[in-house]
């Protein structure tokens, strides 16, 4: 009997609308087999965005650290899962979904947190990652306690890190880098607030016919992830391989000053530095 209990409930966390979430788009409007039709599609823009990134970082990652392509081949992960939860809106689809966004916020700090503002007892990122890398796990533990406090967590890096690029863009003269950091920003800030109004406006929006947000916010989000990515990128390539003479492109055309933007590396390549 306690084998068939078990069975039960491991099959009750993988079924439909098992996770105590649910977004404010109307379930099964589109489809009998996907539960929140928009906020699903919206998801497959990771996909769009991070194989161009990998190309895009690929100079600055040879040079600097190759491990770099594991944030945006994470946020490939991002998106397949982001895609099975809303499809779903299981509880197994929900934790894959903010455990994935937990792990890349993860390797974000390991591979681009500046050694200068390391706390006083940490002296090597080595160190620094081993210390990442155990706040994670015991955060991703601690995820299952409370999982709808998950989400609300995960946006207070994402304010951490807002207040660590401010921090660092104190020092900076270099105009396409203040210009990409206040659009960086923008777009974070029109992010969340799709996020928030989706949560807790949702009778307006439903009032007024227009309950995608939480998809607006997918899009929203994985473009400010590229424009944040790239400019804490060029502000670490300045600081640990200054002499490639790092500077900031948009592709397809730097012409248009919109696009998606890039690390170019103007000085010669020479001997990875370790840090």
């Given at each position: 009997m306690g084998g068939f209990c078990s069975s039960e409930k491991m099959a009750g966390v993988f079924s439909y609308e098992s996770s105590e979430i649910d977004w404010c788009e109307d379930n099964y409007k589109q489809s009998e087999h996907i539960v929140e039709y928009f906020n699903t599609i919206s998801s497959f823009f990771f996909f769009?965005?991070?194989?161009i990134m990998l190309y895009l970082l690929h100079p600055y990652a040879k040079e600097r650290n190759l491990a770099i392509h594991m944030v945006w081949t994470m946020m490939i992960f991002v998106g397949l899962f982001s895609a099975y939860f809303h499809m779903t809106l299981s509880f197994v689809g929900q934790m894959l979904d903010e455990l994935s966004i937990l792990w890349v916020l993860a390797m974000v700090y390991v591979v681009w947190f500046p050694r200068r503002l390391f706390p006083s007892f940490i002296k090597d990122r080595s160190t620094f990652s081993n210390?990442?890398?155990?706040?994670t796990i015991v955060s991703t533990l601690s995820s299952f306690v409370k999982p709808t406090a998950n989400a609300y967590v995960l946006n207070c890096f994402g304010i951490h890190m807002v207040y660590m690029l401010a921090v660092e863009m104190k020092c900076c003269t270099d105009q396409k880098a203040l210009r990409l950091c206040k659009v960086s920003v923008a777009l974070w800030v029109l992010a969340v607030s799709c996020w928030i109004s989706d949560r807790f406006g949702c009778s307006f929006w439903q009032s007024l016919n227009f309950c995608y947000l939480h998809g607006i916010w997918h899009i929203l989000i994985v473009i400010a992830v590229a424009y944040g990515t790239t400019l804490i990128a060029y502000?670490?390539?300045?600081?640990e391989i200054p002499y490639s003479l790092p500077g900031l492109q948009y592709w397809p055309c730097d012409r248009w000053a919109v696009g998606i933007p890039h690390i170019v590396l103007k000085g010669t390549t020479?001997?990875?530095?370790?840090c």
């Open positions: 769009i965005i991070s194989p210390l990442v890398l155990v706040i502000l670490d390539a300045s600081y020479k001997t990875q530095k370790r």
